[in-house]
């Protein structure tokens, strides 16, 4: 194998797949990215046998097709530090020479053949969704799945087929996220596969260009998505979503309005002074006004009016946890945000546009 | 109440015993386990043979040398012993979860419940006695009563290697004749002023009138009292509040086989779940604890977002590091453990969406495994992983 590419693409395109790369791992092996080049691409992939990614590089300069398997963490810093603009790649027996400017690193290699195979696309199942709007169901959701493992089935985003219509949900138990967009679904599929919240991590950092489509193909076990910058395969989180239709809120009474942007700055300008025993904020809500409270133990007191607020219904006090709020309110930027209420230990849910509700729980709430 | 079958477990000359155990050729010979006599330390152990010459626990070693010059003295090896006293715990445990401790050599238990599966109290307590030397090597006293008072006091009266079982219509020929330095919390300004009044015995000090020995006791009178007419309601209370809960078991084996080694782990997880529901209480850190043979220990330990309780989440949270560890170290382990810390009211502030659903019914799940291990003993009920692997040994998948 011989090549030669723009340092500055290739060192972001191995970064990325390094990311995937298990930091520790029964199998060493799995510590390598593996790169192929062909006519005019690199391939860069790598995989931690849950999660596989195929990135691929356009724009490389290949004399001498083939492939290598590289130590990803020694290959991504060696072409992160390289100041020169161009950088090339070449192989000799089991030995791979990265060379630029003023510098030359002799790699030993493994065996490329010893790599775990990953699972190509097949292009027959596949559904069709806009980068742009998956990209905006994706950070709608992940941040409510839980980062945890130790609840399983809430540790993914649940991907949700039927017909043209896809729902994105997430949910740690205490707050659930909604998306919903459409998709081209030729073959008609309907499944609702739960995808481990990091490989929607990587598809979202796969989709560059807004306007293409991505293809994703879902099937047995596994789901594979791709666009012109690569390929995520994933292995789907086992267990049973909970049932997240039964958990939004339908009879609430009470609406209240206002700009997202406005009330997240009531929410951080109250949670100045609180600390992690006591972290709840508190609304305080009556006819066209907002006040966020907090107080802690050690008697320190925040009250903030929110701006510009709109309120219909009974005055109600209720408790969050100021994550909740201020999460949902930093990837919905200054679209108005509509919060429904019913009482104070229950859900309030809160609606973005037609396409984006976001149900959280409130923290009981101590009478003093 | 009167049905409450309680015992009191109280290992002989402990920290001796335990150097018995270990060095045989210090057996039959005044042993005195504690601080050195140059750095003015006292007795913690004195073995029977040097209680002989009058030698006494918390006596200082230089008095109790004065006494018995031949006593060997021995430094107290406190890990040695809270090793042991692990495994006698452990045994105490096999019969009934409700086992109070009070000393790292000495318990209360409620066996109450448990008589269905293991026999009468005195049966449990014969059987106890028998598995702690068996498996150990150690003897044990053991009172056997309707209540603690009386538990403890019955398991002094025929130490060492006793088993004393006092029924409720015993109570007054055993109590009475007793001294009243007998009486759980009578200390020695109790005594002496009774004795002033020539009250001697229990039996004295139960037939004094109300006023006489109010005037004698002041408020504690009404207690002690009770406790001469052999009443005494208080519960064993299994867990004091704790920092920490936490569960190991050293093999007498090494054991390499991952299986066999996550079976083990899943019954400690269950019986440190257990225990957190009892108290009421959540972790958010969950550590493992594993040893190899050349005694090397490690601990791992995983923090979560918020406190957990639930079997199946606990259970989670420890395999995960299980396996974590598994994947890059295949020694055999000679001990594992795992504890919980970190603790917090159970009853969180933050509502929860699903209450009525999978959270719901694995704390129903567990409550209902919790009732059963406590009604009728730890190995009433298990999970399927662990049951099948004690049932036939194999390595069946879970």
Redesign the interface.
């Known amino acids: 194998m011989k090549l030669t590419c723009e340092t500055k693409a290739l060192a972001d395109s191995l970064s990325l797949v390094a990311s995937v790369v298990p930091t520790?791992?029964?199998r060493p092996i799995l510590s390598n990215l593996k790169l192929v080049a062909s006519d005019g691409t690199l391939e860069i992939l790598a995989t931690d046998l849950e999660v596989a990614i195929r990135r691929v590089l356009p724009d490389v300069t290949v004399e001498e097709p083939g492939e290598v398997l590289l130590p990803a963490a020694q290959a991504s810093n060696i072409t992160r530090e390289a100041p020169a603009q161009s950088i090339s790649l070449s192989t000799e027996d089991q030995t791979c020479t990265i060379a630029y400017t003023g510098a030359t690193y002799d790699l030993p290699c493994d065996n490329p053949e010893d790599f775990p195979d990953i699972p190509t696309f097949n292009e027959k199942n596949a559904v069709e969704v806009e980068a742009a709007e998956l990209k905006k169901m994706i950070g709608r959701t992940k941040f409510a799945a839980?980062?945890?493992?130790?609840?399983?089935a809430l540790n993914g985003i649940l991907f949700a087929l039927d017909g043209d219509s896809l729902r994105l949900v997430a949910?740690?138990?205490?707050?659930?996220a909604l998306a919903e967009g459409k998709a081209t679904n030729k073959a008609n599929i309907s499944a609702d596969p739960i995808m481990p919240t990091k490989a929607m991590d990587l598809l979202d950092r796969l989709m560059e260009d807004p306007e293409e489509q991505v293809q994703v193909e879902l099937a047995e076990n596994q789901v594979l998505a791709q666009s012109r910058a690569g390929t995520v395969c994933t292995r789907l989180v086992e267990g049973h979503f909970?049932?997240y239709e039964?958990?939004i809120p339908k009879d609430s009474d009470k609406t209240l309005k206002i700009a997202g942007t406005k009330l997240l700055s009531a929410i951080r300008r109250a949670a100045l002074i609180t600390t992690d025993e006591s972290r709840?904020i508190r609304f305080a809500l009556q006819k066209d006004a907002l006040t966020v409270n907090t107080q802690t133990l050690e008697g320190r007191r925040a009250s903030v009016e929110a701006d510009s607020v709109s309120y219909e219904g009974e005055p109600l006090k209720i408790a969050f946890?100021p994550d909740f709020f201020s999460e949902m309110l930093r990837v919905i930027g200054d679209e108005e945000v509509e919060v429904r209420f019913l009482d104070s230990?229950s859900?309030a849910l809160a609606r973005v546009g037609s396409d984006y509700q976001y149900?959280v729980?409130?923290?009981?709430l101590?009478e003093s | 109440m009167g049905d409450r079958q309680i015992l009191h477990v109280d290992m002989d000359e402990f920290f001796a015993a335990v150097e018995k155990l270990d060095r045989p050729e210090l057996r039959g010979k005044p042993l005195l386990v504690g601080g050195s006599p140059e750095g003015r330390g006292v007795v913690s152990t004195a073995s029977y043979e040097a209680r002989k010459y009058g030698c006494r626990s918390a006596m200082p070693m230089t008095a109790a040398i004065r006494r018995c010059p031949d006593a060997i003295v021995l430094p107290v090896r406190g890990r040695r012993y809270a090793e042991i006293s692990d495994r006698v715990f452990a045994i105490l445990e096999s019969f009934t979860p409700l086992v109070e401790p009070l000393s790292i050599d000495e318990a209360f238990l409620d066996v109450t419940g448990s008589r269905a599966l293991f026999g009468s109290g005195e049966e449990i307590a014969r059987r106890i006695k028998g598995r702690i030397l068996d498996e150990i090597g150690l003897t044990a006293s053991v009172g056997v009563a309707p209540n603690k008072s009386l538990a403890k006091l019955a398991s002094d009266l025929e130490k060492p290697d006793g088993l004393v079982v006092i029924n409720s219509g015993d109570v007054h020929r055993v109590l009475d004749p007793l001294p009243v330095s007998k009486l759980w919390g009578l200390g020695p300004t109790g005594q002496e002023r009774l004795r002033r009044f020539s009250i001697e015995t229990i039996g004295e000090l139960r037939t004094l009138d109300e006023e006489a020995l109010h005037r004698i006791l002041g408020d504690a009178a009404d207690g002690f009292r009770k406790l001469a007419e052999g009443i005494d309601p208080r519960p064993v209370v299994p867990d004091s509040r704790a920092k920490s809960i936490g569960r190991e078991q050293t093999f007498a084996r090494d054991i390499a086989d991952l299986d066999d080694l996550r079976a083990v782990l899943l019954r400690q997880v269950e019986h440190v779940a257990r225990r957190l529901h009892r108290q009421e209480l959540a972790a958010r850190t969950v550590t493992l604890k594993l040893r190899y043979n050349d005694f090397t220990t490690i601990t791992r330990s995983t923090t979560l977002e918020r406190p957990i309780s639930i079997t199946d989440e606990l259970w989670r949270a420890a395999e995960r590091i299980f396996s974590a560890w598994a994947a890059k170290q295949r020694r055999p382990l000679r001990l594992i453990g795992v504890t919980v810390s970190q603790l917090a009211p159970a009853d969180e502030q933050q509502l929860s969406l699903f209450n009525t659903e999978e959270r719901e019914r694995m704390a129903a799940l567990d409550r209902a495994v919790d009732d059963i291990a406590d009604r009728f003993g730890e190995g009433a009920i298990r999970r399927a992983t662990t049951h099948r692997r004690d049932q036939d040994g194999r390595h069946g998948e879970p």
Do not use: I, K
């Not at chain 1, 949910?171 to 659930?176: A, F, I, K, N, V």
């Not at chain 1, 729980?361 to 009981?364: L, N, S």
């Open positions: 520790r791992s029964p839980a980062s945890e493992q130790a609840r399983f949910t740690d138990g205490r707050r659930l909970p049932n039964e958990v709840s946890n230990t859900a149900v729980m409130p923290v009981q101590q």
